[in-house]
T-cell receptor, first 116, second 110 residues
Framework: GAVVSQHPSRVICKSGTSVKIECRSLDFQATTMFWYRQFPKQSLMLMATSNEGSKATYEQGVEKDKFLINHASLTLSTLTVTSAHPEDSSFYIC????????????FGPGTRLTVL | DAKTTQPPSMDCAEGRAANLPCNHSTISGNEYVYWYRQIHSQGPQYIIHGLKNNETNEMASLIITEDRKSSTLILPHATLRDTAVYYCIVASGSARQLTFGSGTQLTVLP
């Protein structure tokens, strides 16, 4: 068990448009999900912590009005990149931590966003 | 969370054991050692974690020194598919986030 999926796996959009990325925990419930961003040849950087039923907690320097996060259920969190620009092109990865039991996080396969 | 230090890269021959070191000299008593790996253009994959005892699962073994200031991840029979960036992360069991460093690029050679 402990499978996390992301959709879409790859998206290309025009500058100024918005893109929504879904993160689902398929076989477990996750009160908390995390959104990371990874630029080429760099490590993962945490963007925000998504809490079911409450507002997300954003890391310093991450614009909450640009990166909208919704965690509507124990198995789904969404990240919407609003008014995307080329500098938002990156690899976006979500992870989920089980509501109870084990402490490790399980990661999705990532979404490659390219903004033209 | 305690900081970790890993070599930037390592090579290993296919079929041999890969031993990946990690230093975490400032680890606290309630902090675990987690290992993840990331194959190119994929999300990180959980490998193993431990507190102070050595751990083994179907993927790897984790050896933690008695003073807990360093650890070694062992892949007993490396294959080409084990080529990836390996991240050693120290965090408490109740930590709400993981902080990724730069990791070790392991290349398994045929």
């Amino acid at each position: 068990g402990a499978v996390v999926s992301q959709h879409p796996s790859r998206v290309i959009c025009k500058s100024g448009t918005s893109v929504k990325i879904e993160c689902r925990s398929l076989d477990f419930q996750a009160t908390t999900m995390f959104w990371y961003r990874q630029f080429p040849k760099q490590s993962l950087m945490l963007m925000a912590t998504s809490n079911e039923g409450s507002k997300a907690t954003y890391e310093q320097g991450v614009e909450k009005d640009k990166f909208l996060i919704n965690h509507a259920s124990l198995t789904l969190s969404t990240l919407t990149v609003t008014s995307a620009h080329p500098e938002d092109s990156s690899f976006y990865i979500c992870s989920a931590r089980k509501t109870s039991g084990r402490s490790e996080q399980f990661f999705g396969p990532g979404t490659r966003l390219t903004v033209l | 969370d305690a900081k970790t230090t890993q070599p930037p890269s390592m090579d290993c021959a296919e079929g041999r054991a890969a031993n990946l070191p990690c230093n975490h000299s400032t680890i606290s008593g309630n902090e675990y050692v987690y290992w993840y790996r990331q194959i190119h253009s994929q999300g990180p994959q959980y490998i193993i974690h431990g507190l102070k005892n050595n751990e083994t699962n179907e993927m790897a073994s984790l050896i933690i020194t008695e003073d807990r200031k360093s650890s070694t991840l062992i892949l007993p029979h490396a294959t080409l598919r084990d080529t990836a960036v390996y991240y050693c992360i120290v965090a408490s069991g109740s930590a709400r986030q993981l902080t990724f460093g730069s990791g070790t690029q392991l290349t398994v050679l045929p």
